[in-house]
């Protein structure tokens, strides 16, 4: 939706300083992107001012989305087949103050725009993995040590009474530590 409002506030200024220049060198700019399969601004009559594919500027549109959007003042987001690919169709008007000058339609291929979003998700189901591998290495050598401080007090006590046991009364257990062991 970015896109489209850029694209809009793009179309207003050319409109303003009837500069259509300012336009077309945005939509060879925005054609690079992979996700955009294509950019138009359209007349409020109906008439591609500019395109991204330059054979289309000048021709009239006259498509379901075009029915739907002409009577509205709001973002409309379609979904629509164009060449025979999935498309998200974001359609933005174009005003200068409050007078509606046309239409910008932006069109997004959901085929790129789903990789991105599986790429996005693979890589945080990794770092998730990682994190809770790392956990689980932490909470293992923590659980080490804190059961080898809990062990070694009452091992000592075990090994001092088995002494006392064989009778050997002298015997003195060196535990230092301050609870219920020491």
Same mark, same amino acid.
């Given at each position: 939706?970015?896109?489209? &409002? *850029?694209?809009?506030?793009? +179309?207003?200024?050319?409109?303003? %300083? ?6 077309? @060198? ?12 294509? /950019? ?9 001012? /500019? ?12 498509? $379901? ?5 002409? +009577? ?10 164009? @060449?025979?690919?999935?498309? *998200? ?6 005003? %200068?103050?409050? $007078? ?10 959901? &085929?790129?725009?789903?990789? $991105? ?16 591998? +790392?956990?689980?290495?932490?909470? *293992? ?5 804190? /059961? ?10 075990? &090994? ?5 046991? &064989? ?5 003195? %257990?060196?535990?230092?530590?301050? $609870?219920?062991?020491?």
């Amino acid at each position: 939706v970015r896109d489209a &409002e *850029l694209l809009s506030e793009i +179309a207003k200024e050319s409109v303003v %300083i009837s500069d259509e220049l300012i336009l077309l @060198n945005y939509m060879k700019l925005i054609k690079k992107k992979p996700e955009i399969a294509y /950019a138009m601004f359209v007349s409020t009559t109906g008439f591609i001012v /500019a395109h991204t594919d330059f054979e289309k500027i000048n021709a009239d549109i006259n498509d $379901d989305i075009w029915n739907k959007i002409s +009577a509205s003042d709001k973002i409309e987001i379609n979904d629509l087949v164009d @060449n025979n690919k999935n498309v *998200l169709d974001i359609s933005v008007p174009v005003k %200068i103050q409050l $007078d509606k000058v046309g239409y910008v339609r932006l069109g997004l291929s959901k &085929e790129v725009i789903d990789k $991105d979003v599986q790429e996005s998700l693979n890589k945080m189901r990794n770092r998730i993995f990682i994190v809770a591998i +790392a956990a689980l290495f932490l909470g *293992l050598v923590g659980s080490f040590i804190f /059961a080898q401080t809990m062990t070694n007090p009452i091992k000592k006590l075990a &090994e001092g009474a088995t002494k006392v046991g &064989e009778g050997k009364l002298d015997t003195v %257990i060196n535990v230092k530590s301050r $609870d219920e062991l020491g």
